[in-house]
């Protein structure tokens, strides 16, 4: 019997099985290996030969951060380079969505309750995608934003922060609010602030940087563009006399029981505007505590009938035409009968002899009317237009109107009774006083100004000191005689507001009381006084209109408000009286 061989080898079949199952592993994970280079070749493909810059941009964006840098608001001066609008340090809150989404709603409401800010679209910026910067409330007062994220810290959220941005400050409160104008949450709302937004907003800067696990990247990416501040605008308000003015005007209108009122503060000879005054007021820190309607400026805004202040204007006319003089001679009865409608004057009296001054000084429509006749309605128009009635004196402020003065040509003859003392037609204040002006000006027209040299208004329009204007409307010899007749007006032998009289001054003036215009009727009055001083060499004209006072007229009402304001006027910039008599024009015959 033979013994086993040695050393025998594994049978084939096992050692076949072994290689098989080896080779095909290697063939699976060659495979597998193959699938995933392609996977990255065809990403690779995509990222750089596809659209490569789009992707790099957003790798980019989402580590890129871009906040604005304010540009500081230009402050808005008085005459005398005081403040009456300013920007004072103030926070803008921001919050950072990825810190702040999962507990958007909690820190909403804190916000919303803090700031005033609408709970829906704050509640949308914490939970802004792939966002790291969204504003939720700018120029904040920075004890109000302080406080707010105080408050959302001690809650225990976090993401929520502040920046520097400048506040808007009025350090006068009320002080010409009506001509500044106020700032809202988004920018300017209303008043110069608005006009002369472009000068006075600049333009804000911006800082880009990379950022890395919330934190800025030394050696990153870092552009800025510095800010650009804006423009100081500087008005011919003074803002004493403003302030002295307000009070006096607030004073009258309170004391009369009236609706509103304004007073118009004009230098003479440079036709700068010295106060625009407005009552009811409000304060340009907190506007939205006063009505809608006393936001504006009805210096301005406002259209009403002159009344007899108008009359000054008229007579200027008559005589600059060689129609009258101030002695003409009038015969006055106690009443007019016109194209069916009866013209009475403000008392009653029997047929009287007057002067044209004693028209005026007694303020006698009958003898106004009377003394018109013989001067057409397109010469009067013609002569009232030059004085700058019937069209905006762009002094500029938003909301002006141009008032209504009818075409001459196209007056009736009634139309032409009315006109001649201040009905039937309208004006704003600013107008009138201009107008006013003009006679106490050696019967020069200038242009009313607000602001110092000249600015431009968002809507092109250049104004200020260095555009003003100029016309000659009537001779200086009968300017000298208008305001020596309406020196009579105060006359207490003669006219009608002796309350107007200043100690030592020879003043000039005219009342006015007119029926007020309301919805095709006619309710109420507009009571009014005009004037200048000295009245032989004028310096300051001043124009005060209280509208629906309880009782009394432009003598009693207008007249005492345009003392005080005048003798403050007078005594601040060192009117020394002139030391002449005054007017002795005859007012009867």
Do not use: C
């Not at 004196?393 to 002006?400: C, M, Q, W, Y």
């Not at 300017?479 to 009608?496: K, N, Q, Y």
């Not at 006084?529 to 032989?536: L, R, Y």
């Amino acid at each position: 019997m033979s013994s086993p061989a040695r050393g025998r080898r594994p049978a084939p079949t096992l050692r076949r099985a072994r290689r098989g199952s080896s080779q095909l592993r290697m063939r699976v994970g060659m495979l597998v290996i193959a699938a995933v280079l392609s996977v990255f070749a065809a990403r690779l493909v995509q990222l750089q030969a596809v659209d490569p810059g789009q992707y790099a941009a957003m790798a980019a964006e989402r580590g890129t951060r871009e906040v604005v840098l304010p540009a500081a608001r230009g402050d808005i001066l008085d005459r005398n380079g005081d403040p009456l609008a300013a920007s004072i340090d103030g926070l803008m809150v921001i919050a950072d969505p990825s810190q702040t989404a999962d507990d958007a709603a909690e820190i909403a409401r804190l916000l919303a309750d803090g700031l005033g800010a609408d709970y829906f679209a704050t509640l949308e910026k914490l939970r802004e995608d792939d966002s790291r910067y969204e504003y939720i409330a700018r120029r904040v007062p920075a004890t109000t934003a302080l406080q707010v994220v105080d408050q959302v810290s001690e809650a225990g959220f976090q993401g929520v922060y502040t920046e520097i941005d400048p506040v808007r400050d009025y350090p006068a409160g009320e002080v010409a609010a009506n001509v500044l104008g106020f700032m809202g949450t988004d920018g300017p709302l209303a008043g110069m602030e608005l006009t002369f937004d472009e000068q006075l907003a600049g333009t804000d800067g911006s800082a880009r940087y990379r950022v890395g696990g919330g934190n800025r990247i030394p050696l990153g990416e870092n552009s800025t563009t510095d800010p650009v501040d804006g423009q100081d605008l500087t008005l011919t308000i003074d803002r004493d006399v403003q302030w002295y003015t307000q009070q006096v005007l607030r004073d009258t209108v309170e004391g009369a029981r009236a609706e509103s009122g304004v007073a118009v503060v004009q230098d003479t000879l440079t036709g700068e505007i010295i106060a625009l005054a407005d009552y009811p007021t409000f304060d340009a820190n907190n506007p939205l505590l006063a009505p809608e309607s006393d936001l504006g400026s009805r210096a301005l805004s406002d259209v009403y009938e002159p009344g007899s202040v108008q009359k000054a204007l008229t007579m200027a006319a008559l005589i600059d035409a060689g129609l009258v003089s101030p002695e003409t001679q009038v015969e006055v009865p106690p009443y007019l009968e016109r194209q069916g409608r009866r013209i009475g004057d403000y008392w009653d009296h029997e047929t009287l002899r007057l002067t044209l001054a004693g028209i005026l000084a007694k303020s006698s429509n009958i003898g106004t009317v009377l003394a018109a006749d013989d001067m057409s309605s397109t010469a009067l128009d013609a002569y009232f237009r030059s004085f700058g009635l019937g069209s905006r004196t762009d002094i500029g402020v938003r909301g002006e109107t141009s008032g209504i003065l009818p075409a001459g040509e196209g007056w009736s003859d009634m139309e032409h009774d009315r006109i001649v003392f201040g009905q039937a037609m309208s004006v704003n204040a600013v107008q009138m006083t201009s107008a006013i002006n003009a006679i106490a000006n050696g019967g020069v027209y200038i242009s009313p100004s607000l602001v110092q040299g000249t600015a431009t208004t968002d809507d092109g329009r250049t104004v200020g000191t260095g555009a003003r204007e100029t016309h000659r409307v009537v001779s200086e010899e009968t300017a000298t005689a208008t305001a020596e007749m309406m020196e009579r007006v105060v006359d207490p032998a003669a006219g009608v507001a002796e309350a107007a009289q200043i100690p030592g001054y020879r003043v000039a003036g005219k009342t006015g009381t007119a029926q007020r215009a309301v919805e095709g009727g006619y309710e109420g009055t507009s009571v009014s006084f005009a004037g200048f001083a000295p009245a032989d060499q004028p310096r300051f004209t001043v124009y005060v209109v209280v509208h629906d006072p309880a009782s009394g007229g432009g003598g009693t009402v207008a007249a005492p408000a345009f003392n005080r304001i005048m003798s403050h006027v007078l005594r601040k910039f060192a009117v020394e009286p002139t030391g002449a008599p005054a007017s002795t024009l005859p007012v009867e015959w």
